[in-house]
Nanobody, 124 residues
């Protein structure tokens, strides 16, 4: 059973930065692509970024492209999301997940094994 634990969220002023981490149990995780999603109050969960199993390919939502960087350290079974130039509209609970099928990287249907989420709040 894969377990994911996100951390690194918090309260930050607009223009600031945060680095989210997603630590995964299970040695086979390095074989899977990983994704980050977020959900703001009253809104549906939306795709943020994804990374291939090797880290050679990355994908971003237009809303965060140029401001965020996804990376992974397979030796540590950890995926990161560096977010810079944060905006109040980035406020949400951020979740990481394991991509287990061939649906689009940006579709939540491609993912299983979700973490519990970490809150990111950006003040104006």
């Amino acid at each position: 059973q894969v377990q994911l634990v996100e951390s690194g969220g918090g309260l930050v002023q607009a223009g600031g930065s945060l680095r989210l981490s997603c630590a995964a149990s299970g040695s086979l995780l390095s074989s899977y692509a990983m994704g980050w999603f977020r959900q703001a109050p009253g809104k549906e969960r939306e795709f943020v970024a994804a990374i291939s199993w090797s880290g050679s390919r990355t994908y971003y939502a237009d809303s965060v492209k140029g401001r965020s960087t996804i990376s992974r350290d397979n030796a540590k079974n950890t995926v990161y999301l560096q977010m810079d130039s944060l905006k109040p509209e980035d406020t949400a609970v951020y979740y990481c997940a394991v991509r287990t099928n061939t649906h689009s990287y940006s579709s939540s249907y491609a993912y299983d094994y979700w973490g519990q989420g970490t809150q990111v709040t950006v003040s104006s």
